[in-house]
């Protein structure tokens, strides 16, 4: 691997918002760019979590598995190498974007990070979202179709992506984060959390690859509106 450390991003968040949901690059050349990361699946089907090399798939019915054969429309991995480690507790969501916000000042806020944080939740907020036939809008799709678990007292890691506010065209800006459970039962795109103090993982990116489909619905979209405010109202959504 180079000393570089790339985060490799598959599409763009704002053509996954407009409904592009087909999977254009498969699972096994994902990993060829990480051992870590998160993102979805063809057609929407469930929320992606890379750890340790193997990619989950966080199902809308609740289930979590392994996944060797499918594609992706987007996902943002990378290797996590020469990583920094604090420490840190946090009783919500805004509470742990704070203190990792004043972590990240002490290195550099204007680079994308990859962070994972295992630890014990005392309680984690997650969702997924069932697989779509359609391109119906994602802010649409997450509104009327999410679902969510609440979970106590699980043992498990968070993978978190901090993107700068100036990629808010690109991608989401600020703390996106995904969740895989210990015993690999439970998943989804984190919500809300309190976890207990545990030690965060923090590899800082030195670049940014970003693989844009050559198709009919990726070249079609208006990837030219500002569309911060629907992505923060989809990240932020807490009940179905």
Aim: net charge negative.
């Amino acid at each position: 691997m180079s000393d570089i450390r790339t985060l490799f991003q598959v599409s763009l968040l704002q053509a996954l918002c407009q409904g592009d949901y087909d999977g254009h690059l498969p699972i096994s050349e994902l990993k060829e760019h990480g051992d870590t990361g998160l993102g979805t699946f063809d057609r929407l089907d469930g929320e992606l979590i890379m750890l340790d090399g193997v990619v989950y798939r966080a199902s809308a019915d609740g289930s979590v598995s392994v996944v060797e054969e499918d594609s992706t429309p987007f996902a943002c991995v990378s290797f996590m190498d020469g990583t920094l480690k604090s420490d840190i507790s946090a009783s919500s969501f805004q509470e742990f974007s704070e203190r990792m916000d004043g972590i990240l000042s002490k290195t550099g806020i204007n680079s994308p990070y990859l962070i994972t944080v295992r630890s014990r939740f005392r309680s984690i907020l997650l969702r997924s979202v069932p697989k779509q036939s359609g391109s119906t809008p994602l802010l649409q799709v997450v509104e009327e179709q999410q679902a969510t678990w609440q979970r106590e007292g699980i043992q498990g890691t968070v993978v978190g992506l901090f993107c700068p506010s100036y990629m808010s065209a690109l991608n989401s800006s600020g703390w996106h984060l995904h969740f895989i459970s210990d015993d690999r039962r439970a998943g989804g795109h984190v919500l809300d959390l309190s976890m207990e103090r545990s030690e965060v993982k923090v590899c800082r990116m030195d670049s940014v690859s970003i693989l844009l489909p050559g198709t009919p619905g990726f070249q079609s979209k208006d990837l030219g509106s500002d569309r911060s405010r629907e992505i923060r109202s989809i990240e932020g959504i807490r009940q179905p």
